[in-house]
């Protein structure tokens, strides 16, 4: 009898310090910041880390950080930060890593000081000063919305101004909200990863001046239907197309592919085939 009943006081404790985490857990969050950190680098400092909290939406980057500038965002410093709507980048910011600000679901506008000489933004989405390079798009600038049936009546329908002539590796990453694309005549480069698993992305022209299609561009972007690629690109990236479950009916090459640097398996797989490539069929420019 006695061992039972140290067993239960044991056990009676064991629920006490768990029902304590558990009220604890559920206490309110005043006071609670998220977590900031900086490295020293060239120049300054740089955002090295952040960490939010759900009750914090904006993150506003400084000029300075204890006496220093802030002239760097490094890579993954603000990834997967799915609470921030909204990002302001101050004046110092001079490097802005590819992968910097990636996966950040909730993210309406990155805003930019007038005074930063390096970037600057134009209705919320990231440019380089001079807006010749597209940075980052805000993955939540306009809502996806569907009806009962599933089917996706509103989206965001981006028309890249002209004067741009890349979009920058990751630019679109992950953008779900991202249902069509207008790119501009003059545009040269599409870089790495820019649209990959853009899952609801439905129409894509890509402009007769583009010359080079970047690793995983396009990958996991399911929902094209098809796509011209226009005589004027010169090479195409490694699974620049790659799919395991692609909703193409073809792929049409205006250059012979012969004159095209192919990448390994660009070319994705047909829905529901397995090891079924779509076609590629080439089409002459008329």
């Known amino acids: 009898m006695l061992f039972i009943s140290r067993k ?3 056990y009676g404790l064991i629920m006490t310090v768990l029902m304590a985490v558990l009220l604890l ?3 309110s969050t005043v006071g609670v ?8 680098v060239d120049g300054g400092c740089a955002l090295y880390r952040y960490s939010g909290v759900s009750i914090v939406n904006e993150l506003k980057i400084p000029d300075e950080y204890e006496g220093k500038p802030v002239v760097e965002i490094m890579r993954y410093a603000i990834s997967s930060a799915e609470y921030l709507t909204r990002i302001t980048i101050g004046k110092n910011v001079r490097t802005i890593h590819y992968w910097a600000i ?4 909730n993210l309406e506008e990155i805003i930019v000081d007038p005074e930063n000489p390096y970037f600057e933004s134009h209705e919320g989405i990231l440019y380089n000063k001079g807006m010749t ?7 939540a600038r306009t809502k996806l919305q ?4 599933g089917r996706i009546t509103v989206g965001a329908e981006v028309v890249v101004p002209a004067g741009v002539t890349s979009i920058a590796e990751t630019a679109f990453y992950l953008c779900g909200n991202l249902y069509k694309i207008q790119l501009p005549q003059g545009l040269e480069s599409i870089g790495n990863y820019a649209f990959m698993k853009c899952e609801n992305l439905t129409e894509l022209t890509l402009p007769s001046t583009l010359k080079t299609i970047g690793v995983d561009a396009f990958s996991y972007c399911d929902t094209l239907t098809s796509v011209i690629i226009p005589a004027s690109v010169e090479s195409i990236g490694d699974y620049a197309f ?3 479950y692609s909703n193409m009916s073809a792929i049409y090459l205006r250059r012979p592919p012969d004159e095209i640097s192919l990448g390994k398996d660009w070319i994705p797989n047909k829905k529901g085939q397995v090891n079924d ?10």
């Open 102 to 105: 990636t996966h950040c679901p």
């Open 242 to 244: 790659f799919s395991l």
């Open 25 to 27: 857990s559920g206490c």
């Open 33 to 40: 910041k998220e977590r900031i950190s900086y490295k020293d």
């Open 277 to 286: 490539k779509v076609p590629v069929l080439y089409v002459p420019a008329e």
């Open 8 to 10: 239960r006081i044991f």
């Open 146 to 149: 569907k009806d009962s049936a």
């Open 133 to 139: 390079e597209l940075r980052i798009y805000p993955s």
